[in-house]
C-alpha cells in the first residue's frame, strides 16, 4: 500500500502541473548536479541483519508517521515490527501515532513553534534538510557509532536525503523511484519487440507507435512539469539543478543538458508523441495506461496493486528510464527516519531508529509495499516481484536538491518547463529565468 504522502503526489502529478509535489511523495527526496549521492567515506560495510540489543535501555519513545491507520502498513508495523523490536529492548515503549501527511505536516510546524516534538519522526525526505536546518534534528552522524555501516547497507541515492551541511541527520526508512511502464497491448500493435534501453531508440518506438497507431495513441504519458515528473529526463540527459556545492543552478538548470531535455520534451510533444496531459488537466496518465491510450509512463511501485484492481485484464512490463549523455536515472522518494535533538530518551530513539533498518524490520514492512532502503534486500524471494527492476534504477536514482527552499525551487522548475513546453518562451529563456530564481533561493531570498 502507498503511504498517504505517495498517495497525494499521485494526485498532483496526475492533476496539477504548477503544484509543488511532496516526497514522491510524498516522495518525495539527492547528482552531481543536484545534490551528493554517494555514501559517506568508508569501507562496504555487512548488512544489518540486526541490531545487537541492549536490553537494559529503558525509556518510552514518542513515533509519529504517516502510515495509513487503517491499512497493510498499520497493522504490519504494530504486528509484527513492534513485536519484534520488543524482543530485544523489552523494557522500551514505543508510542506511536499515525497522522495523515497534510496533518503531520502542520502539526510538526506548530511543534517545532511550541516544543511539542515526537522523539522519532517518519519524515517526508524534502523535509529533512528544512528541519535540520532549523536546528531542530539529531546529527545521527555523530550520535551512532554504527551509522556508517548502516549508511554503506543502503541504496546511496535514500541515503543522500538526509545530508545537509556536512552531516547526516537521519538515515533512509521506506524508498520508491519511477521506473518505465511499458503496455504490453499497444507494443504489440505497434509492432514493437524489444524495450527501448535508450533515448534514440525510445524516440524510434515513438515513432513506430504513431505510424501504426496514429495520432490517438501516444508513446509516452506524463501528469505534470514538476521536478518530480521531469527530473529523470533531465538527469538522464546530463542535465540538473544546481552545482555539486549547492550553491548555484547557474550553468546545470540553464546548462546544455537540460536545454537538451526540454527541448526533447517539447519535441516530442509537437509530434504527438508526449501526451498533453503534460500541460495539465486531462484524463489521468494512470487511465490513459490503462486504456490503451498511451504505451508507456513513468511511475512507481505502488501501481501494479493498483492496476491490478482498476484494470484486471492489463498486462504490462517495467524498464530503467532509457539512457541519455547522463545515464539512466531517477528520481528518489519515500520517508526518512530522524530523531529530534529535543528528545528526553535519546538511547531508546537511537535503538528504535536502529531496528528499524533491521533486514527483518525492512523486510515486513517492504512485503506490503513500503519499498526496503537495504542493498541487501534487493531480489529478495520474499518481497513483490515487480520490486527488483526500482531496484536497479535505485543503483542510480538521485533525489531533489537538498534544501529548506525546495517548495520554491521545484515551483520554479515547473513553471519554467510548462512555459517551455506550451511555446510561450524558448526553453533557453524559460531556463534562464527560473535559474534566477533558484539562485536567489539558494542564497536565502
Not at 243 to 272: F, H, Y
Not at 314 to 342: C, H, M, N, Q, W
Request: charge should be negative; aromatic fraction near 8%.
Amino acid at each position: 500500500m502507498r503511504s498517504p504522502g505517495m498517495r497525494r503526489i499521485l494526485a498532483l502529478a496526475a492533476t496539477a502541473p504548477l503544484l509543488v509535489t511532496a516526497c514522491l511523495g510524498g516522495g518525495a527526496t539527492p547528482s552531481p548536479t543536484a545534490a551528493p549521492t554517494q555514501a559517506p567515506a568508508g569501507p562496504t560495510a555487512a548488512p544489518p541483519s540486526g541490531p545487537t540489543p541492549t536490553p537494559e535501555i529503558s525509556g518510552t519513545v514518542t513515533f509519529w508517521n504517516g502510515y495509513a491507520a487503517d491499512g497493510d502498513e498499520i497493522k504490519t508495523f504494530t504486528e509484527v515490527v513492534l513485536p519484534a523490536f520488543n524482543k530485544l529492548y523489552p523494557n522500551i515503549k514505543v508510542e506511536h501515532q499515525e497522522i495523515p501527511y497534510d496533518d503531520l505536516r502542520q502539526k510538526l510546524v506548530t511543534g517545532l513553534a511550541g516544543g511539542t516534538l515526537p522523539d522519532v519522526l517518519r519524515a517526508d525526505i524534502i523535509w529533512v534538510p528544512e528541519f535540520a536546518d532549523q536546528g531542530a534534528l539529531l546529527a545521527l552522524d555523530t550520535e551512532m557509532q554504527d551509522f556508517q555501516q548502516l549508511a554503506d547497507a543502503t541504496f546511496p541515492g535514500p541515503l543522500s536525503t538526509n545530508q545537509w551541511k556536512g552531516h547526516y541527520y537521519g538515515l533512509p526508512l521506506d524508498t520508491n523511484t519511477r521506473v518505465m511502464f511499458y503496455n504490453d497491448k499497444v507494443l504489440a500493435d505497434a509492432g514493437v519487440t524489444a524495450l527501448p534501453t535508450t533515448v534514440e531508440a525510445f524516440e524510434a518506438l515513438a515513432a513506430q507507435v504513431q505510424a501504426r497507431l496514429g495520432k490517438k495513441v501516444y508513446a509516452y504519458a506524463e501528469g505534470g512539469t514538476g521536478a518530480w515528473s521531469v527530473l529523470p529526463w533531465i538527469w538522464s540527459f546530463g542535465g540538473g539543478v544546481t552545482n555539486a556545492d549547492l550553491t548555484s543552478a547557474d550553468g546545470v538548470l540553464n546548462g546544455p543538458g537540460t536545454v537538451a531535455a526540454v527541448t526533447k520534451l517539447k519535441e516530442w510533444l509537437d509530434k504527438g508523441y508526449l501526451s498533453p496531459s503534460i500541460l495539465g488537466g486531462g484524463v489521468a496518465t494512470s487511465e490513459q495506461f490503462g486504456g490503451g491510450t498511451t504505451a508507456s509512463i513513468l511511475e512507481g511501485p505502488w501501481m501494479p496493486t493498483i492496476f491490478e484492481k482498476q484494470f484486471p485484464d492489463l498486462t504490462f512490463r517495467y524498464a530503467t528510464v532509457p539512457a541519455g549523455p547522463g545515464g539512466s536515472a531517477s528520481v528518489v522518494g519515500g520517508e526518512d527516519i530522524v530523531v529530534f535533538k529535543s528528545t528526553p530518551n535519546k538511547d531508546a530513539a537511537l535503538a528504535f531508529t536502529r531496528f528499524m533498518l533491521s533486514e527483518e524490520a525492512q523486510r515486513a514492512m517492504g512485503k506490503i509495499g513500503q519499498m526496503p532502503v537495504l542493498k541487501s534486500l534487493s531480489g529478495d524471494s520474499e518481497l513483490p516481484d515487480y520490486y527488483p527492476v526500482f531496484q536497479k534504477q535505485l543503483e542510480t536514482a538521485r533525489a531533489r536538491t537538498p534544501s529548506p527552499a525546495w517548495p520554491k525551487i521545484d515551483e520554479a522548475i515547473s513553471n519554467a518547463v510548462l512555459k517551455a513546453l506550451r511555446g510561450d518562451t524558448p526553453v533557453q529563456d524559460a531556463l534562464d529565468e527560473a535559474t534566477k530564481i533558484v539562485d536567489r533561493l539558494l542564497a536565502g531570498g
